[in-house]
């Protein structure tokens, strides 16, 4: 599980070529709480993860730019799951 911060979020959508089947969702762009290790360098430490329209219907509050959320993953590293943190 790790810490972030909403900064950003956009929607996707397209046709798989393979199946031809169409996914749609969010790509959610972040600042992770750790930050970057000062032995390492300096600064913020920023990503994206995006979930399909599937996983967002499945959690209790979509997060919004702003919220710190805490981000599940699967046992093959993807991104299964984020909860928005208590305030």
């Keep these: 599980m790790d810490k972030v911060t909403i900064v950003g979020k956009r929607r996707y959508s397209l046709v798989e070529d393979s199946t031809g089947q169409l996914r749609s969702g969010v790509t959610f762009y972040y600042t992770a ?6 032995n390492v360098g300096e600064g913020v430490m920023t990503g994206k993860f995006s979930l399909s329209d599937d996983k ?13 959320c805490e981000v599940y993953y699967n046992r093959y590293g993807k991104v299964d799951s984020v909860a928005v943190c208590e305030a």
């Excluded at 967002?56 to 710190?68: E, F, I, K, S």
């Design 56 to 68: 967002l219907r499945a959690c209790n509050n979509v997060p919004m730019c702003g919220d710190c």
């Design 33 to 38: 709480m750790d930050g970057i290790a000062s």
